[in-house]
């Protein structure tokens, strides 16, 4: 393997917490926010939770000489919050919407109102083509009972199919962002294993951050330590993934992230640390590395696609469970709509029947008439939305079922006796047919 | 170029109207169109607007035998419609919802319910690798006056982006639907120029079906004769569109449509004409195509640019025709809730100051007291939700604005100078950094 240049690229992801009123001190963590980025000249910057469009622009402004470049990415009723600053000049980007993504009724968590997505960038880097994510998952709320686990199962899934389908032609792949899952969660382990991209913090030869490499932890002012219990050092939901390709070596020298606080500064940049690594291409001919390489690992791959379908199976299994409880909540959504139902007509048979049969005297007063009416109406209209929704539920839910059973099925071939990849053609696509388990062909 | 072998494939593609209980004949149309897909086994079937998922799993038992493998694409709340069928194993299928569809309040028109998509499928085609795609648009019920036309724009803008970001591994592309767009339609050209599929009509070398290729005729007894005024003899929205890739030259052989009836059956298999062509796959050695049309090609490139710089200006603006009409839609809503909050509190102020002041009479009966609370209510309800939904609705239209500026500046850029390809390695992937044009390299 000839390394004909080397180049190193700086990546920061932080999630921001940026909700303008509600977060503390918002105002000027922006300001030290930009200040350090304006001096540190990260090549990629990535930042979730920038919810307003005011501070996206107001770090647009002050980072316009070291980061030129940048995408704000528009979604659901607030934006994604994700947004994206580069040295390099960004030549396309492209959004993809979750299709679940929490409740609306559930406004005081607010996920569903911020249109989770994931944020593509292809940009430029000395001569590479980079594609840069930037992505945000639904929160968790509660680790023991948490009724948000099929939907960001679901996020992962399609997180890994579009990172999966749109990075083929990348010479680099980057993916940061707040995954809201820790390093050994389900979703975690089926992006990684799926696209087949490394972990920063696995991967780095020099770390210094927080012991475990937490993002979430105690020491930090801003976070809520109830919601912490019963990890008391802290919890690692941010990350910064990478691969390489046949044409690019990717490893992560050195890995950064901040400790709760910043020196000379009265507070954090935010609820969650600040994750910097550097990472250091190592460019080669296309020609002479696969090969070798698709020989040594010919042997690991059957192992890797079991393990692959061990992960989508149980992936498969969250899914049938958030299928069952939307199932679930669709019936009751129906049957209190027609108990509504049912009350109306019973209210206006005995308004009707006695001016009917017996006269026009009224059997019960105007007022607990028109109230009763007034909530029939309101339960009529409010269950058959939360009809809708929930059939919308359903329909991505088995969506996202199917597609995992036919992933396990392929899968399952290819277990089967299929050769698992193809010596010729198999540097910039997967062998034929096979791009179900592309990514458990190590990339680099 | 070396031939080394050639391959013909059928793709049929198909509107099958199958709104059970209002479309007419529904489910002798299914057995119709089952019949005959079993008779003529072509090798990719694509089908739109099998609302109803029992008449495809009706026509999935009827096709077990000729079309093995299949694949229903579910979202919104009564599915996208999208269905295929394949004679070749999928291995992976991706759905991608678009991000504006129409509004929910528009429940005759629909399309909202439907969940408008594009589904895709990597299907393996004798050793190739074909990425094929099922879409269906938004329809389009005023020609003169479509208030559906950005939304539809949008659609064709992220239909676009969608094909040409997950189609860079395949060795061919086909794309199939109802487009709901003439073939110079604003979202047609962008469509086409933007990714280099080719369609079907154009490129065949025999044609065997209505004049002008259209597919929503006169002579269909099922069609609505008005809604095609003033195209008296019919209109084309529907398509197959193709091409290959450096290891594939595809060619469209024929192609037939129905017209408007079928031998031996009293009425049609819908009230659109279905499709099917007949493409031929020349397989050839990789390395020596691409580098002849490269320097065949690059004098025609720039003018190719230029051509997509008018048509994404030309979207660009219809997107902001789109904001500025969501902008006062939200206006409206927030206006008319101001009202609603306002009548409120008068009718609260008056019930309840002289209650306060002058004593326990009721100022105005209570039936019309609770009547006009409960207006007050509804009127305070519907439009925090139609607030709700066009601030969604202008999240996206900026989103799609945002994409178009960042490429228009990207496309100029490289109009201004930078190589429009590289020898090096243009063969799988977009030269560096200009994937924003790659498609508009020729693809084989």
Same mark, same amino acid.
């Given at each position: 393997?000839a390394?004909?240049?080397s180049v190193?690229?700086?990546?920061f992801?932080? +999630? ?18 930009g ?6 000249e ?14 996206f622009?107001?770090?647009k402004k002050k ?12 979604? @659901? ?7 994206l600053?580069?040295?390099?000049r ?6 993809y919407r979750?299709?679940?993504n ?7 968590h607010?996920?569903?109102?911020g249109?989770? /997505? !994931?944020?593509?960038?292809?940009? +430029? &880097?000395? @001569?590479?083509?980079a594609h840069?994510? !930037? ?10 009972k948490d009724?948000?686990?099929p939907?960001?199962? =679901? ?12 990075s =083929?032609?990348?010479?680099l792949?980057?993916?940061? #962002?707040?995954?809201?899952m ?5 979703g975690? %382990? ?10 920063s913090?696995v ?10 490499g937490?993002?979430?932890? $105690?020491? +930090?002012?801003f ?5 912490? &219990? ?10 910064i993934?990478?691969? #390489?390709?046949?044409? =690019?070596d990717?490893?992560c ?14 507070f954090?940049?935010?609820?969650h640390? $600040? ?10 001919? $296309?020609?002479?590395? %696969?090969?070798?390489q ?5 042997d690991? +791959?059957?192992a890797?696609?079991?393990?692959l379908?061990?992960? =989508?199976?149980e ?5 049938k469970?958030?299928?069952?409880c /939307? ?12 108990m509504?139902?049912?009350l ?6 005995i $308004?009707a !029947? ?6 026009a005297e009224?059997?019960?007063?105007l007022?607990?008439?028109?109230l009763?009416? /007034?909530?029939?109406f ?7 939305m939360?009809?809708i929704?929930?059939?919308?539920e359903?329909?991505?839910?088995? @969506? ?8 396990v ?19 910039r696509?997967?062998?034929e ?8 062909e190590?990339?680099?």
């Amino acid at each position: 393997m000839a390394n004909t240049d080397s180049v190193r690229i700086r990546v920061f992801s932080l +999630n921001c917490w940026g909700i303008r009123v509600l977060s503390k001190q918002c105002g000027q963590r922006y300001t030290m926010i930009g200040d350090m980025l304006c001096k540190e000249e990260h090549d990629i910057v990535l930042l979730q939770e920038v919810w307003s469009e005011k501070d996206f622009l107001f770090l647009k402004k002050k980072l316009s000489c070291s980061h030129p470049h940048s995408s704000y990415f528009k979604s @659901g009723v607030i934006g994604s919050g994700l947004a994206l600053f580069s040295k390099h000049r960004i030549h396309d980007t492209f959004l993809y919407r979750f299709s679940l993504n929490g409740y609306p009724y559930m406004a005081h968590h607010g996920d569903w109102f911020g249109g989770k /997505a !994931v944020g593509m960038a292809v940009v +430029n &880097i000395r @001569g590479l083509t980079a594609h840069v994510y !930037v992505t945000h998952l639904h929160a968790e709320y509660c680790r023991e009972k948490d009724s948000y686990l099929p939907h960001r199962v =679901v996020q992962a899934w399609e997180l890994q199919k579009f990172v999966r389908h749109t990075s =083929v032609g990348a010479d680099l792949v980057i993916l940061g #962002g707040d995954l809201n899952m820790h390093p050994q969660d389900l979703g975690t %382990r089926l992006l990684r294993s799926y696209t087949g991209l490394r972990d920063s913090y696995v991967e780095t030869e020099k770390f210094d951050g927080c012991e475990g490499g937490v993002t979430l932890i $105690a020491d +930090n002012p801003f976070t809520n330590k109830k919601e912490l &219990i019963p990890f008391e050092t802290g919890i690692r939901i941010d990350y910064i993934l990478f691969k #390489g390709s046949s044409k =690019v070596d990717l490893h992560c020298d050195s890995m950064v992230t901040t400790k709760g606080s910043i020196p000379d500064h009265p507070f954090p940049y935010s609820d969650h640390e $600040a994750l910097t690594s550097e990472l250091r291409l190592e460019q080669h001919a $296309a020609q002479e590395t %696969r090969k070798d390489q698709h020989y040594d690992d010919k042997d690991t +791959n059957a192992a890797r696609v079991a393990e692959l379908v061990d992960i =989508v199976t149980e992936a498969r299994t969250e899914v049938k469970v958030g299928l069952h409880c /939307a199932e679930r909540m669709r019936f009751t959504a129906t049957r209190t709509g027609i108990m509504g139902l049912a009350l109306l007509i019973l209210e206006l048979a005995i $308004a009707a !029947v006695p001016w009917l049969a017996l006269g026009a005297e009224q059997p019960f007063p105007l007022t607990s008439f028109y109230l009763l009416a /007034a909530l029939c109406f309101a339960i009529l209209l409010t269950t058959f939305m939360l009809y809708i929704f929930y059939t919308m539920e359903l329909k991505s839910l088995q @969506g996202a079922e199917d597609q995992m059973r036919l992933a396990v099925g392929s899968l399952q071939e290819n277990l089967r006796g299929f050769p698992l990849a193809q010596p010729q053609d198999s540097q910039r696509k997967p062998p034929e047919g096979l791009s179900a388990v592309s990514a458990v062909e190590p990339e680099e």
